[in-house]
């Protein structure tokens, strides 16, 4: 196989060792992801970003139909009223919720809030559905957008409004939500790795860092190419915290009315922004095969000459008919290297090339875009190998991300060994467990607690018994970073 010359790169996108973010920004605008809007803060998700959007959604929707949810719509507009009935939930979101205050020129007797998260509305609900243990479990999930009043934004990663799902069951017990608090967090880490090719820690997060009226907050996190951590899904456990504020009593079997467990979990468009930040590289985008609206773009090659469109449009045909997102690019107003350039830099997972000169030798020349390689398949029953080359395409770019982020987790023991792991990756250290300490390494580092670990014992290894920060006994393994 012959690589590509690895000193080529798309001019118009700034080199991720130059300045990172400005690489982020050029890739999201010139690949047509996205564009500004109007409004401070949002963003505009054009064709291209929303088809990666709806391919997301279609892996997870099935996912959670798989485990027995069902879709449901709620209202985007919140009384205030509503939204005081759980007093941490709504410190936790008061400086972030958008109000409406007036309806055409009359002033409403009651502010509405824009909602920043559904508990409140579900709950409300949910107070009204459920009258014994029959009822018991209600498994709901809503795909809508919520918005929060951000004060420094980035397109995907951090937006005023993003679209995301937000999944909302409730339970006879205690012990019933925390099974589905953790089922949907592995449901997410196998979305993650299956379809985004994306690696994720998943550990529970601090009290510090929880959702904001849980009893407890489940995490994946990612790392991005610049060291810094994405949390790429939650998923919370309530325990009894909003069925006591909105009243959701059951009667159970032994004739007993008791309240409902709950639960909570949410995954949002800030994945698109992890898996650029993950996967992209100084030509742009690599999207991988299974979220790629287009996953083979098949290019003519001197279109004009005789056969050539027809075997293009041949093999097309055969592509869509094995399943797959297929597009010729037939354009005659741009040259064959333009568009090499431009479906590079869209990510596009694999390049068919079909020339004068292939067909009489009955072949195709193919390129890899995770490794620029190029090599030649015999067109006659090409459809059947692209499959494989796509699952390889997938493999390879979840082993690079894999080695990577291994290469990048160090682990400290003094504050010191902590700043200077945090600087380019994760960083694993002993915790006392106290609030005080975590605000203190926040404090020193910019870096904040991320998850920990679910198994503690094998999370231990190469560490010692005593927290990173005050030398005190330590209670837990814990992922400290910068983050997103």
């Keep these: 196989m012959a690589k590509k010359n690895e000193k080529e790169f798309v001019t118009e996108i700034t080199r991720r060792e130059d300045d990172i973010s400005q690489w982020y920004t050029d890739v999201i605008l010139k690949t047509d992801l996205v564009d500004y809007a109007p409004v401070r803060g949002c963003m505009v998700i054009k064709p291209y970003g929303y088809g990666i959007w709806e391919l997301m959604q279609k892996e997870m929707d099935s996912r959670f139909k798989a485990t027995g949810h069902e879709n449901v719509y709620m209202p985007m507009f919140i009384p205030e009223s509503l939204l005081l009935k759980e007093a941490e939930h709504v410190e936790g979101f008061a400086p972030e919720v958008a109000w409406v205050t007036a309806g055409g020129s009359e002033e409403l007797p009651e502010r509405l809030a824009i909602r920043p998260t559904s508990e409140t509305m579900f709950c409300a609900m949910y107070s009204k559905w459920v009258q014994s243990w029959r009822d018991l479990p209600m498994l709901y999930n809503q795909w809508c957008s919520v918005v929060r009043w951000e004060k420094s934004t980035r397109p995907f990663l951090r937006t005023s409004e993003f679209l995301w799902q ?282 904040t607690t991320r998850n920990m670990p679910f198994d503690q014992e094998a999370a231990k290894a190469g560490l010692g018994e005593v927290c990173v920060h005050c030398g005190r006994p330590a209670k837990t393994v814990i992922y400290f970073a910068k983050a997103y």
């Design 166 to 447: 937000e999944g909302h069951t409730i339970h006879a017990t205690p012990e019933e939500a925390e099974e589905e608090t953790i089922r949907m967090l592995n449901v997410y880490r196998d979305f993650s790795e299956k379809v985004l090719a994306i690696p994720v820690f998943v550990g529970q997060k601090s009290e510090k860092e929880k959702f904001a009226g849980a009893r407890a907050t489940y995490s994946m996190e990612a790392m991005m190419q610049d060291g810094k951590a994405l949390q790429a899904g939650t998923s919370h456990n309530f325990g009894d915290n909003f069925s006591k504020a909105f009243d959701i009593q059951f009667l159970d079997k032994d004739g007993t009315r008791k309240y409902v467990s709950e639960t909570s979990w949410g995954t949002s468009t800030r994945m698109i922004g992890g898996v650029i930040m993950v996967h992209g590289d100084d030509r742009g985008l690599v999207l991988p095969p299974k979220i790629a609206p287009v996953q083979v773009v098949i290019l003519p090659i001197a279109q004009h000459k005789e056969g050539v469109l027809d075997a293009c449009h041949a093999l097309k045909q055969k592509l869509l008919a094995k399943g797959f997102r297929a597009h010729v690019d037939d354009r005659d107003t741009q040259s064959a290297g333009w568009k090499f350039n431009e479906w590079e830099m869209k990510g596009v997972p694999l390049r068919v090339e079909i020339g004068p000169r292939d067909l009489e030798k009955g072949e195709a020349m193919l390129m890899r875009r995770d490794t620029m390689e190029k090599f030649s398949l015999r067109l006659e029953g090409l459809e059947e190998e692209v499959e494989g080359i796509l699952q390889g395409i997938h493999d390879g770019l979840y082993q690079k991300a894999l080695a990577f982020r291994e290469g990048h987790v160090t682990l400290a023991s003094t504050m010191e060994e902590l700043n200077a792991g945090v600087q380019n990756g994760l960083v694993k250290a002993m915790w006392c467990g106290d609030r005080a300490c975590e605000d203190a390494v926040k404090q020193e580092s910019s870096a």
